[in-house]
């Protein structure tokens, strides 16, 4: 539904990180509504609280390097030779295309820090959990660096902008690591959309790299990357499962070549 009003009444955004944004205002309203309607029935889970704190002062440790990163990023991004995430690459395409007038090229930029800002906000959650429970913080913190960078008038003030940026990400953790302790279900619901982006990305690898080994050889090269696949399977994965099958393909490659040597296959 909010595609399909983003569409027609505001075509000159971008739907998908609109629809980012609210499922992610959904997810929040529905976690801390449950666990608000369960407080009373069940005692708040503290038990993460001293992990999150020290874990999180280990990242301030390293806030010098992490607002370095933050200023190159935002720089090299305000140069016009990287691009943020994928939901503001085609827009960014447009922007730095030959023939585009820099009103138009300035207004495509705008729309691609807007769109840029909203995944941003809608991945917080996520990140930040992630960083709390691990320890280590995103390379691009909560992405709102790259915003900066295409704003930006300059990279001098790009990086600056983007140091500063990056590290009151850094120096807000502590407070969002507080206030997730009060919210269990909105950590549950972060590590539910982390378990499903990574089952994600194994399909769409595994899908990817079958259509690759087809390509390479038919059913032949169909036959020889899935056997792969499945022996690594049974072998109890020595190769992680989403590397599975961008190694199958790899092999099924090699071989492909070593029978075309011994004469034993010819391409079509």
Do not use: C
């Amino acid at each position: 539904m909010a595609r399909v009003l983003v569409v027609r009444y505001f075509p000159h955004l971008n739907p998908e990180s609109i629809e980012i944004f609210i499922g992610m205002v959904m997810l929040l309203a529905i976690a801390i509504t449950h666990d608000l309607r369960h407080r009373g029935d069940e005692e708040m889970d503290t038990s993460g609280l001293s992990v999150f704190e020290e874990r999180t002062s280990r990242i301030i440790k390293n806030l010098p390097y992490i607002a370095i990163v933050g200023a190159l990023i935002a720089a090299v991004a305000s140069m016009n030779i990287f691009a943020g995430s994928e939901v503001s690459i085609f827009t960014l395409e447009k922007a730095y295309s030959a023939g585009v007038t820099p009103e138009e090229s300035q207004t495509l930029l705008h729309q691609a820090a807007l769109a840029e800002f909203m995944r941003g906000l809608g991945f917080v959650p996520m990140i930040a959990t992630t960083a709390l429970a691990t320890g280590v913080y995103a390379v691009a913190g909560f992405t709102f660096v790259y915003s900066v960078g295409y704003l930006a008038p300059n990279p001098w003030i790009a990086a600056i902008l983007g140091a500063v940026v990056i590290s009151a990400e850094v120096l807000l953790l502590r407070s969002i690591g507080k206030w997730l302790g009060r919210y269990p279900s909105v950590r549950n619901a972060s590590d539910n959309i982390r378990n499903a982006m990574n089952m994600l990305m194994e399909t769409a690898l595994l899908i990817g790299s079958i259509f690759a080994a087809i390509k390479m050889a038919g059913y032949t090269g169909f036959s020889i990357a899935i056997a792969i696949y499945f022996l690594n399977e049974s072998l109890g994965r020595p190769v992680q499962k989403m590397a599975a099958p961008v190694v199958a393909v790899m092999i099924t490659g090699i071989l492909l070549n070593i029978l075309y040597w011994f004469g034993l296959f010819i391409p079509a």
